[in-house]
């Protein structure tokens, strides 16, 4: 009986068990289920609403920032993004870096809206020719674009010899037309080269205006007189396709809206559109920085000058490797930016002139040599519109230079008036006393030492006496004064 009612017992409680492991397992099911439904549908909801990405344009155009905005119209190609927003702040930059965003652009297959905003914003130089490369061109209130003149590095005039009206199609078409209207070109001739430079300026801008149907006219004079506009004005002469004063009404101004891309005509549906701002990455903004003009024109003066110290100090170390590491980094930006080598050079001059000065005393004639060779060299280091070096830190550096110049002027004038303590003409003026009565020659103590010495009137033994010469190892003395203070 026992034995009946303990099996019975046993079977009792592994039947609840296992029903009781069947109902978690099915609760657990249920619960998945629960969830797997609630995905699909927020999935189906986001769905319904399409995610576009802002790409922010910020700042100079530079090879950071280009690579950065075409990596992103390229990913959003890729995921077939309904259509790409590229907000525009820029007051200019490199023209290789916007010829390949532009580039970019134009080969999209989705629509890419370029938007200056917020309020305030500006499209200026090379973001000009980025808006009207866009498929659609949007301003918000109170922004500006223009100011697209080409601006060549090494003091060319800012105008073209020509008086051509920018309307005519023989200018603005064919920079070699234009040329050639005149006389024949001398190729070494810089104004004949800056004109070339606006000529084609004013074609590739035309071009990008006539692609999207734009004021190609008012495109070109934005280059050869560096024409501005504000929103409304741009609107109305149909620089732009729309203004809009937020992101809502952008959104709203674009719907229905039809435009023709690298793959074909896309009418933009916005209703449903939920925008995801797009902001550059630690590595992009880390580029951004060091090629920026004024820190590569910093790098490369700390690397300059962490070498002469180390070379002034050597087994110093730390300017070494601060020195090298700057100068190298230096030299990365500068190979992507347009600078002029001359400047580059008259830099390293004028600073080797400056560390010259400590060691070869021309008072002065060295040192500022390479102040005004520092001076001339950062001001032609590089001239770009938005992409070039900060005047105050040009100024600031000029100013230490002359500061470590009048230093080490100052410190060869002292040196000039501060007695030789060392050698022979160290030993003439010091004190010392006879060892012993002598008429002419004798011994006396100097410095702790005993020196022959010669003499023109006779001497008393601990005599004091004050050496007058040095000939080899003698040393010419004569009585001490007694006006005279001990040494």
């Given at each position: 009986m026992a034995a009946s009612a303990a099996a019975s017992a046993a079977l009792f409680l592994g039947m609840h068990a296992v029903i009781s492991y069947r109902l978690r397992y099915a609760l657990v099911l249920c619960i998945a289920a629960l969830c797997a439904i609630a995905t699909a549908s927020l999935a189906q909801e986001d769905g319904a609403r399409?995610?576009?990405p802002e790409i922010a344009l910020d700042g100079s155009v530079g090879p950071a920032t280009a690579d950065f905005v075409i990596d992103e119209i390229e990913a959003a190609n890729a995921r077939h993004a309904p259509?790409?927003?590229?907000?525009i702040d820029t007051p200019g930059g490199l023209s290789s870096s916007m010829r390949e965003i532009v580039q970019s652009i134009l080969a999209?297959?989705?629509p890419v809206i370029g938007y200056v905003a917020p309020e305030g914003a500006r499209a200026a130089s090379a973001g000009t020719y980025i808006l009207l490369a866009t498929h659609v061109a949007a301003m918000a209130p109170a922004t500006t674009l223009g100011a697209a003149t080409p601006i060549n590095i090494g003091g060319a005039s800012a105008e073209p010899a020509d008086n051509n009206s920018d309307d005519g199609p023989d200018t603005t078409q064919d920079g070699d037309t234009a040329i050639s209207q005149t006389s024949e070109p001398d190729l070494g001739n810089a104004e004949t080269k800056r004109r070339k430079q606006v000529n084609d300026a004013v074609a590739y801008i035309r071009s990008l205006a006539e692609r999207r149907g734009r004021n190609a006219d008012w495109a070109a004079s934005a280059v050869r007189s560096a024409a501005t506009l504000g929103a409304d004005e741009a609107r109305e002469k149909n620089v732009v396709d729309l203004v809009a004063a937020s992101q809502r009404d952008l959104l709203a101004a674009l719907d229905g809206r039809t435009v023709a891309t690298a793959s074909g005509e896309v009418t933009l549906a916005t209703a449903d559109t939920r925008v995801r701002p797009i902001t550059p990455d630690w590595r992009t903004r880390v580029l951004s920085v060091v090629t920026d003009p004024t820190v590569a024109y910093?790098?490369?003066?700390?690397g300059l000058v962490g070498l002469a110290a180390e070379a002034l100090n050597p087994g110093?170390?730390?300017p070494g490797v601060v020195g090298a590491i700057s100068l190298i980094t230096a030299f990365y930006a500068f190979n992507m930016m347009p600078v002029d080598?001359?400047?580059?050079?008259l830099i390293a001059l004028g600073v080797l002139l400056v560390v010259a000065e400590a060691f070869v005393p021309s008072f002065g004639a060295l040192g500022l040599g390479g102040v005004a060779a520092l001076l001339f060299g950062s001001l032609m280091l590089t001239d770009t519109p938005g992409y070039d070096v900060s005047l105050t830190v040009i100024i600031t550096i000029a100013l230490a230079a002359v500061l470590i110049l009048a230093t080490i002027v100052w410190q060869f004038r002292r040196a000039r008036h501060t007695r030789i303590e060392?050698?022979?003409?160290?030993?003439?003026?010091?004190?010392?006393?006879?060892r012993h009565d002598f008429e002419h020659q004798g011994r006396v103590w100097l410095h702790g030492e005993s020196w022959r010495a010669e003499t023109d009137t006779p001497v008393i033994e601990n005599q004091s006496l004050?050496?007058?010469?040095?000939?080899g190892l003698t040393v010419h003395v004569r009585a001490l004064d007694t006006l005279e203070t001990s040494r």
């Open positions: 399409s995610t576009v259509f790409v927003i590229l907000r999209s297959s989705i910093l790098l490369f003066m700390i110093a170390a730390i080598l001359t400047g580059a050079a060392t050698g022979h003409e160290g030993l003439v003026g010091r004190h010392c006393t006879a004050v050496v007058t010469r040095v000939t």
